[in-house]
């Protein structure tokens, strides 16, 4: 079993950027893909981004594409998420996963103002 703890959130203005960390324990985190998620206000869960266990595939939401950069340092046990050119839109709680969803953080907030 892993447990996962998402940092790094904050209130930012339109434009900055932020970095999301998600650090993993209990469990080998190596072997896992890992997933962000996000939920804003009155919305669904949404998919955000992922990356293989290995760290050499990426994927990302149509929305982030070109702005989010997903990648992990197995040696530290820890995913990030670096957020460049945030949007109001980007506002939401951001959740780190397993990709298939099996283990979730608590979630972190990021808020985007104007």
């Not at 997933?35 to 998919?47: D, H, N, T």
């Not at 990426?58 to 998420?81: C, P, Q, W």
């Amino acid at each position: 079993q892993i447990q996962l703890v998402e940092s790094g959130g904050g209130l930012v203005q339109t434009g900055d950027s932020l970095r999301l960390s998600c650090a993993a324990s209990g469990g080998t985190f190596s072997s896992y893909a890992m997933a962000w998620f996000r939920q804003a206000p009155g919305k669904e869960r949404e998919f955000v981004a992922a990356i293989s266990w290995s760290g050499g595939s990426t994927y990302y939401a149509d929305s982030v594409k070109g702005r989010f950069i997903i990648s992990r340092e197995s040696a530290k046990n820890t995913m990030y998420l670096q957020m460049n050119g945030l949007k109001p839109e980007d506002t939401a709680v951001y959740y780190c996963a397993t990709a298939w969803g099996d283990y979730w953080g608590q979630g972190t907030q990021v808020t985007v103002s104007l």
